[in-house]
């Protein structure tokens, strides 16, 4: 019996299983977490892109004169955008002027940590306008999400630009 005994514990058939075994779980934890990582990166440039992408549209005074809501003219931009990973009905939107760029408050936020938005004021030519869009990413894999980003498992982005709006309402000359 002790013959056996000793047989069976100097046998090495099965180590490269049972080291495998224990290695997996944190490679594929690792491996999650890179794909994870690369997705809300890629998720944060587009709420960026897009940002950037809308503020032209007040930049150039084609929010302030269109004939129909320029909220929605300047959400419709944002939605052309960011089209892949960032849900556009979830993006919250903040269009505020200034009197100067020294003159801004900083955002507001409610007791869950979303912005809480101004009312949607482009201002008018040469106008200082403060655009901020923040979106709410929330992880997409269950394990990986509150590892990283604590028990929700999501993270706000929030994308800020001040500009001046280009002067496009002209008097006209000689």
């Known amino acids: 019996m002790i013959r056996l005994l000793n047989k069976w514990v100097r046998r090495k058939d099965g180590a490269t299983a049972i080291e495998f075994s224990m290695l997996f779980m944190p490679y594929l ?5 890179i794909i994870e990582l690369s997705l809300m990166f890629l998720s944060a440039s587009l709420v960026e892109g897009a940002t950037d992408s809308a503020a032209r549209l007040i930049k150039t005074g084609k929010v302030q004169q269109t004939s129909g809501d320029p909220e ?8 052309d955008f960011a089209t892949v ?5 979830d993006m919250i939107i903040e269009v505020t002027t200034i ?3 020294s003159d801004f408050s900083d955002p507001t936020y409610d007791s869950d940590g979303n912005l ?8 008018g030519s040469n106008s200082k306008v403060i655009i901020r869009v923040a979106y709410r990413y929330q992880m997409i894999t269950p394990l990986v999400g ?7 498992g999501s ?15 002209f008097q006209g000359g000689a």
Do not use: H, K, W
């Open 155 to 169: 993270t706000l982005f929030m994308s800020t630009i001040v500009m001046q709006s280009e002067p496009y309402e």
């Open 99 to 101: 009197n100067s760029y």
């Open 85 to 89: 990973l960032v849900d556009c009905n």
């Open 116 to 123: 809480v938005p101004q009312p949607f004021d482009p201002g």
């Open 72 to 79: 929605q003219m300047f959400r419709d931009a944002l939605c």
């Open 146 to 152: 509150p590892l990283l980003n604590g028990p929700g």
């Open 29 to 33: 934890l690792i491996s999650l977490g």
